[in-house]
């Protein structure tokens, strides 16, 4: 993922690192009986305004859905560092030509025709707010934490989580 987010603005410079590394996120929309429909994709860049980019194909389910309500949740989950990040965003999308030119890769055959194909869409979710956990110590620090939390009527420290504005 490309990182512009600017080094002064604090929260959106936490963000690019608790998702960096990350190459996926779910992406929850609301579907058109008001139920919540969950998909994978990739994300290409957080920009210094606020904006996480992805691709997607124009005439996605999801298009369709974010016609109807703009409103989505990412979720980023990095197992083997026990971290999470849940981003509630709004949604909007494009086809700007130079933003594709600049994040296309070999790899997005698999899903267009190329860059000019008419079914590439820039999707952008710009940040309102994030969530995040992130465990702490190692595997063996955290296990230990929580052998010793189900026998002792104190809490244990297994982490630290906050909030961050877009």
């Known amino acids: 993922m490309k990182n512009d987010a600017p080094q002064d603005d604090t929260d959106l410079q936490k ?27 990739q ?12 691709f997607t194909a124009a ?4 298009v369709e859905q974010l016609t109807e309500d703009l409103d989505v949740n990412l979720a980023y989950a990095h197992q083997e560092d026990r971290r999470y990040v849940s981003v509630r965003g709004r949604a909007r999308m494009d086809r700007d030509q130079a933003l594709i030119e600049e994040l ?8 267009f025709s190329g860059k000019d194909d008419p079914n590439l869409m820039v999707l952008r979710v710009r940040v309102r ?12 620090e955290r296990a230990l934490d929580f ?4 026998w002792s009527e104190q809490p244990r420290d297994l982490g630290r989580q906050g909030h961050l504005h877009g």
């Open 15 to 41: 963000l690019a690192e608790l998702i960096d590394a990350i190459e996926v996120a779910m992406m929850t929309t609301h579907a058109e009986d008001g139920s919540l429909v969950s998909r994978p994709l």
């Open 43 to 54: 994300t290409l860049k957080l920009t210094a305004e606020g904006d996480l980019v992805f």
């Open 59 to 62: 005439d996605s389910a999801k």
């Open 104 to 111: 296309w890769s070999p790899a997005q055959n698999v899903f």
């Open 129 to 140: 707010d994030a969530m995040y956990w992130e465990a702490a110590g190692n595997f063996v």
């Open 147 to 150: 052998a010793r939390g189900m």
